[in-house]
């Protein structure tokens, strides 16, 4: 279940009050992977365990793994390209922090 977004814009459009997506300068998505976004969004806010969060991410084949530069339970799931998803997740609360661009190709 997602507790809580960092970035106030993500949180907007995520609670449906805002319905392009958040344009903000560190959050220029695609449009095409706007759709991709929500339902990310969607899985990581109905999955109760990690296992769950495991198995979900798999099954829809999002590219999901930690993410390094933050430590442990920190987590990033591929949208499009070089844009990522990035949560802290422990036990069954997400707490998302946004959209971020890299130039790095895992």
């Keep these: ?3 809580s977004f960092k970035t106030k814009a993500l949180k907007v459009w995520w609670e449906g009050t805002q319905e392009e997506p958040p ?15 929500k339902a990310i969004l969607k899985s990581l806010n109905t999955v109760r ?12 084949s999002y590219s999901f793994q930690k993410y390094k530069e933050r430590g442990s339970d920190w987590w990033e799931i591929r949208v499009s390209g070089n844009y990522r998803l990035l949560f ?3 036990s069954a609360t997400a707490d ?4 971020e661009y890299t130039d790095e190709t895992h």
């Design 1 to 3: 279940m997602i507790r």
């Design 88 to 90: 802290h997740f422990n």
């Design 49 to 60: 365990s990690f296992e769950e969060l495991k198995d979900t991410f798999s099954a829809n």
């Design 96 to 99: 998302v922090t946004g959209i």
């Design 23 to 37: 344009k903000d300068k560190a959050m220029k998505l695609p449009q095409k992977a706007v759709k991709k976004l």
